[in-house]
């Protein structure tokens, strides 16, 4: 079946199917958040993008092969909850951008800053570190060597905008000034992007609107 990113809280994952990855999609908890399994095809190793809630589902999803590691995109509540009990259950390594584990109260394993690499299996993923959203937001960037790009976004990057800076005009700006010169500046309009919450969508569906959010300051 094609992969479309449509997900609901208590339905089942979307599973997409690169060449070297699997990147399985499940909405959990209050807030509808996306947390995504990535398992690399060639060593079956499993990573998981944002243990948000609901460990049961997560657990169910990760299944008997376990995780290595978990990624926590930024310090918010609703992207770690589910954290400390997948960790307990898989004893993966975690990792969090530098200027948020702070803020995460499960211990960061691997501090991550931006341009790092973060591997699952023999698949490479590169660090974005955005701040606006939070001090230590990271975006994780799949460059698919048989295709286009891939980024988990967490809450930087949403269809019809940047993520929620709370009216801060110079967290705003930065955050803007992030995603533009390191996301769509430096990736393809092909490249899909996967949010903290909600639908996917494309930097190419985004990219004409950038000015147009850069005006409305949100």
């Excluded at 449509?6 to 089942?12: D, F, H, I, L, T």
């Excluded at 995603?179 to 992007?193: C, M, N, P, R, Y």
């Excluded at 949010?195 to 005006?215: C, F, I, K, Q, Y």
């Amino acid at each position: 079946m094609t992969y479309t990113g449509e997900v609901k809280v208590g339905g089942p994952a979307d599973v997409h199917e690169l060449a070297d990855l699997m990147i399985s999609k499940v909405a959990v908890g209050p807030m509808n958040n996306n947390a995504y399994l990535l398992r690399c095809r060639a060593t079956d190793e499993q990573l998981l993008i944002d243990a948000a809630a609901e460990a049961d589902t997560l657990l169910s999803l990760i299944g008997d092969d376990g995780i290595a590691s978990v990624v926590t995109t930024h310090r918010h509540g609703d992207h770690w909850g589910a954290l400390a009990e997948v960790v307990a259950a898989t004893g993966a390594t975690t990792y969090a951008g530098a200027d948020d584990a702070e803020g995460i109260p499960v211990p960061t394993d691997v501090l991550v800053a931006d341009g790092d690499t973060v591997r699952v299996g023999r698949v490479e993923l590169t660090a974005r570190h955005l701040v606006g959203h939070t001090p230590g937001s990271i975006a994780l960037v799949y460059d698919d060597p048989h295709g286009h790009a891939h980024v988990f976004t967490g809450d930087c990057l949403f269809p019809g905008g940047v993520g929620n800076t709370g009216g801060d005009p110079k967290a705003f700006a930065s955050l803007i000034d992030g995603v533009q010169h390191k996301l769509f500046d430096q990736l393809s309009d092909e490249t899909w992007v996967y949010p903290g919450h909600g639908d996917d969508t494309t930097l190419g569906a985004e990219r004409p609107h950038l000015a147009e959010w850069r005006e409305r300051g949100w």
